[in-house]
């Protein structure tokens, strides 16, 4: 059964649509909170990247650049 409240609008057409608006909101949140997870972590590991000095990447035989690269490789995929 259907009612109609005095907007003209459907009860279950408007809970329908809240519960999607919802769904949306709940996704990019959760996008969000994924995205700037992430970025903490890659930032962090660019930090502890960049605070090598050019004798500590020589004594590991590591190219800073290539580092960089793994990096954002191992964190976005």
């Given at each position: 059964m259907l009612?109609?409240?005095q907007g003209g609008t459907t009860c279950r057409a408007t809970m329908r649509h809240?519960?999607?608006?919802a769904m949306i909101l709940d996704s990019l949140m959760s996008r969000a909170r994924t995205s700037i997870a992430k970025r903490r972590?890659?930032?962090r590991l660019i930090a502890e990247i960049d605070s090598f000095s050019s004798r500590d990447l020589a004594?590991?035989?590591a190219d800073r650049s290539e580092m960089l690269y793994q990096v954002h490789k191992q964190v976005y995929g």
């Open positions: 009612r109609i409240d809240r519960r999607n608006l972590q890659y930032n004594d590991m035989r």
